[in-house]
């Protein structure tokens, strides 16, 4: 993105702002909407002036020619596919019906703009546009369009879920385990040497998880006196950039003694070593 784009419309600032109400239960989902969301504004912010004015952050969609639109989405036809369908606010059956776009989605992995269903995808797109939108506006409504369209894709992929397969993948027993208190993953599931509890959460609300990892912390070292303690901690995609921050803060709540690690959800693999180094062993063969 170049810098005197970026300076008028920070897409960061703008994704921190959105509501997220499902994530405790979807992160990867809205890792998913945050990274397609900041490749479609790269996209958007670098149109010529007479189809973004930049001052006012304003989409002049109207004036676009064809030519245009299918140059800018075979640029990124992955994401701007779903961006362009979505805010156009037509099903997938509505758009073979009236358009006669077949399989519009799987343009996502082949976009030829010669091809006769790629001038009809364009077609519809010009006629559903509005010829000008504030660009907050259209990427708000292509994340909540997408976010609903891939909830039932996503259902079932928690973070928890992740954490255990990872694991497990890697020859450890990784279960949770309900009694005599709950852990969100153990290794090993029956006498476990290793504990860690699964939060998901953002920036804004870090003194609260913060405070839940230390309560936390105490009940499980009444029951696993000899475990290690490794607190897992799933926060959106934007705002990894912050984990130092965040990390500094779990510890300013945590034991006196510290943690034994704590680890972002693509930090998984940093863990490897340290089981190594415990001598925590994998499953038998």
Same mark, same amino acid.
């Given at each position: 993105?170049?810098?005197?784009? &970026?300076?008028?419309?920070?897409? @960061?600032?703008?994704?921190?702002?959105?509501?997220?109400?499902? !994530?405790?239960?979807?992160? /990867?989902?809205?890792?998913?909407?945050?990274?397609?969301?900041?490749? +479609?504004?790269? !996209? $958007?912010?670098?149109?010529? @002036?007479?189809?973004? /004015?930049?001052?006012?952050?304003?989409?002049?969609?109207?004036?676009?020619? /064809?030519?245009?639109?299918?140059?800018? +989405? @075979?640029?990124?036809?992955?994401?701007? +596919?779903?961006?362009?369908?979505?805010?156009?606010?037509? &099903?997938?059956?509505?758009?073979?019906?009236?358009?006669? +776009?077949?399989?519009?989605?799987?343009?996502?992995? =082949?976009?030829?703009?010669?091809?006769?269903?790629?001038?009809?995808?364009?077609?519809? !797109?010009?006629?559903?546009?509005?010829?000008?939108?504030?660009?907050?506006?259209?990427?708000?409504?292509?994340?909540?369009? *997408?976010?609903?369209?891939?909830?039932?894709?996503?259902?079932?992929?928690?973070?928890?879920?992740?954490?255990?397969?990872?694991? =497990? /993948?890697?020859?450890?027993?990784?279960?949770?385990?309900?009694?005599?208190?709950?852990?969100?993953?153990? !290794?090993?599931?029956?006498?476990?040497?290793?504990?860690?509890?699964?939060?998901?959460?953002?920036?804004?609300?870090?003194?609260?998880?913060?405070?839940?990892?230390?309560?936390?912390?105490?009940?499980?070292?009444?029951?696993?006196?000899?475990?290690?303690?490794?607190?897992?901690?799933?926060?959106?995609?934007?705002? $990894?950039?912050?984990?130092?921050?965040?990390?500094?803060?779990?510890?300013?709540?945590?034991?006196?003694?510290?943690?034994?690690?704590?680890?972002?959800?693509?930090?998984?693999?940093?863990?490897?070593? @340290?089981?190594?180094? *415990?001598?925590?062993? =994998?499953? &038998?063969?």
């Amino acid at each position: 993105m170049a810098a005197h784009d &970026s300076a008028h419309f920070q897409v @960061k600032e703008f994704l921190a702002r959105i509501p997220r109400p499902n !994530i405790s239960e979807l992160l /990867d989902l809205y890792g998913e909407l945050d990274e397609m969301t900041e490749r +479609v504004a790269e !996209i $958007l912010v670098k149109l010529p @002036k007479h189809l973004y /004015d930049r001052d006012k952050q304003m989409l002049l969609l109207g004036g676009m020619t /064809d030519e245009e639109l299918l140059r800018a +989405v @075979k640029e990124d036809h992955d994401v701007l +596919v779903p961006f362009f369908t979505t805010i156009c606010g037509l &099903s997938i059956r509505e758009f073979e019906r009236l358009y006669g +776009v077949e399989s519009v989605y799987s343009m996502r992995d =082949r976009f030829d703009p010669r091809g006769e269903r790629e001038k009809k995808f364009i077609m519809a !797109i010009k006629e559903l546009l509005p010829p000008q939108i504030h660009i907050e506006t259209v990427l708000y409504k292509f994340y909540k369009n *997408w976010e609903e369209h891939q909830k039932r894709h996503a259902r079932g992929k928690s973070l928890e879920e992740q954490v255990r397969k990872f694991f =497990r /993948d890697r020859g450890y027993s990784c279960e949770k385990v309900t009694s005599p208190v709950e852990v969100d993953a153990a !290794i090993p599931s029956r006498d476990p040497m290793v504990v860690m509890p699964i939060r998901i959460g953002v920036f804004r609300d870090i003194v609260k998880r913060a405070k839940e990892f230390g309560s936390e912390f105490g009940e499980l070292r009444k029951h696993f006196p000899k475990a290690r303690f490794v607190v897992i901690f799933g926060i959106p995609r934007h705002e $990894l950039h912050q984990r130092d921050s965040i990390r500094e803060r779990i510890k300013e709540y945590g034991p006196v003694a510290g943690y034994d690690a704590i680890l972002f959800q693509d930090e998984l693999k940093n863990l490897l070593p @340290k089981l190594e180094q *415990w001598n925590i062993p =994998r499953k &038998s063969k």
